[in-house]
Every structure is written in structure tokens, then in C-alpha cells.
């Protein structure tokens, strides 16, 4: 036997510990990349491909004629330059901003008050929590079109404000109420979702901890803000960063119930993407307006991220 099968298989003639060891890792790395090329092609295909396909869009005269001529000529900066240009925008972004930060803040807090009163025993505390689910299990066109009819002018809400003797008016057409109106949808559609998190994720904090908190004296705010709130804490920071992402991109809700009037009083950023893409078929400057939402997710995303880290340091 030569010294090279010696050192290939070993004395006893099996194969030798390294080369055991270099095919197990081989295989490892086989393994691990079968299970992460699935992963990195449905990324690849349904979340970078459409985002680069966006910016390509938002860069060129993208009309009709493009799916006919497949010529999208360059125009730089013209969609952005233009959509800037319109007064509409401005209003727009400052609908989408308020929606979304008023949004995310009631259905913090109320989310968090439902999570603590489902954490509590009392007659209907089992089944209560999955009715309130049903909701936000609903169609967002659904939603929208069941609340259009209950604020209308001749609607049920009216009603009952009527009976009570408190003045009725139509809220979704009217500039004063609609914007209000609309938020409101907005949060009933996703407090269940936030409840039925934070419900969850009061279940991890240590009963221990509370226990002796109010054996020391602690009332039920400073548990609150010393244990309760510090524990689910990645969850609440969680919860936030996917509902502003999902409100500044709301279209569907708003397009039924109000279409962005009246007088362009609740038009979003997203339903003005939504005219110019698919009402009036500028393909380019609905993608230019995509672009811009994406910029503040971007920016939102930048400073939450910053924030977690000086929060980080500082525990």
C-alpha cells in the first residue's frame, strides 16, 4: 500500500478522518442550499424583480403605447419633477402622514387596553377574543363598503345620532369629517390584529415579576411601564414598523369610501399612484409615486432603526 492510499484511507483502510470530515460539510452545504434556493428565487422574483421593475418605470415614459411599441423612452427625473409639481401631492402626503401616525397610535393604545383586558378572567374571556378577530379577517373592500353605508347621510349612525338628538350630517362627504372618518375605518379594521398580538404577547411576561411588584406597592401603571411594557417590547416595536408600512400603502380602503374626495380631502399617496397608473394610464408617474412612498418607508425605516439601537445601548 502507498503512502498516498495511507494517507486516503487510513492504516485500517476507511477513509480518513479529514476527508470524512471535508464530505460532511459538503453535504451540509448541499443541504443548506437546497433549502435557501427556494427562499432566494421567490425573493428574487416577487420582491426585487417588481422593485426594480418600479424604478425602471418611474425613469421612463411608461404608457399604453409601451405595451404595443415596447419602447418606454428615458426621461430621467420628468415623473418625480412632475408629480412634485402638483399641489395634490403635497396634500396627499400630508393625509397619508396623518392616517398613518394617528393610526398606528390609537391601535397602539387601544390594542394594548383590549390585550390587557383579555388577560383578565371574567364571563366570555375565552370565545370573546377570537369574535373580535373576525374583522380583520374581512376584505378591505368589504370593511370599506360596509362603514360607506353605515356613514352615509340616510345610514344607520344617523340614525341613532338622530334618535339621541345629536346632529347628523353625511360624514364621508363632508371635507371637515371625512379624513376622521376614514382613520377611523382604518383602526377598527386592524385593532383586532393588534389585540390578538399583544394578547399573545402578554402571555410572556413573568407572573412572578408581577406578583412581586404589587407585594412591594407597585400600582398597576408602574407594573405596567417597569415589567409589562419592557417585556413585549419587540413585539409592540414589531407590530408598529408593519402598520405603518401597511397604512402609508393603503388604497383599497379609501378608494371605496371616499376616492380621495371630497375636494381630494383623503387622497393618499398610494390612490394617487392608483389614478395615474391604472385611470390615467401614465404608467411612469404612478411608478414615481410608488417611489416616493418607498422613500419614506426608507427613511421610516432609518429612523426606527436608529431608535432600537440607542435603546439597545442604553439597556
Known sequence: ?????????????????????????????????GFLTPAIVFFVVFFLFPLGYGVYMSTTNYTTGTFIT??????????????????????ALT?????????????????????????????????????????????AVVVATVWKSLLAGDGPINDILGTLGIPVQAWLANPATALPAVIVVAVWASL???????????????????????????????????????TIWPVVSVLV????????LIVDLVLVLTAGGPANSTVT??????????????????????????GISILFAIAYTVMSIRREREE
Open 1 to 33: 500500500m502507498t503512502a498516498d492510499t495511507l494517507k486516503t484511507t487510513g492504516r485500517s483502510g476507511a477513509p480518513a478522518p479529514g476527508r470524512f470530515r471535508r464530505s460532511l460539510a459538503a453535504r451540509q452545504r448541499g443541504e443548506l442550499w
Open 70 to 91: 415596447g419602447r418606454a423612452p428615458f426621461v430621467g427625473t420628468a415623473n418625480f419633477e412632475a408629480i412634485l409639481a402638483e399641489p395634490i401631492t403635497f396634500r
Open 95 to 139: 393625509n397619508t402622514v396623518t392616517i398613518t401616525v394617528v393610526s398606528v397610535a390609537v391601535e397602539l393604545v387601544l390594542g394594548l387596553l383590549l390585550a390587557l383586558l383579555f388577560a383578565r378572567t371574567f364571563p366570555g374571556s375565552r370565545w370573546l377574543p377570537t369574535l373580535i378577530l373576525l374583522p380583520w379577517l374581512l376584505p
Open 192 to 230: 383586532p390584529y393588534w389585540a390578538t398580538i399583544l394578547g399573545a404577547a402578554l402571555k410572556q411576561v413573568p407572573a412572578e415579576q408581577l406578583e412581586a411588584a404589587q407585594l412591594d406597592g407597585a400600582g398597576a401603571w408602574r407594573r405596567l411601564t417597569a415589567i409589562v411594557l419592557p
Open 241 to 248: 414598523v408593519m402598520s405603518v408600512v401597511y397604512t402609508l
Open 269 to 294: 399617496l398610494g390612490l394617487l399612484s392608483y389614478r395615474q397608473a391604472f385611470q390615467q394610464f401614465q404608467f411612469g408617474q404612478g411608478g414615481a409615486y410608488g417611489m416616493l412612498l418607498l
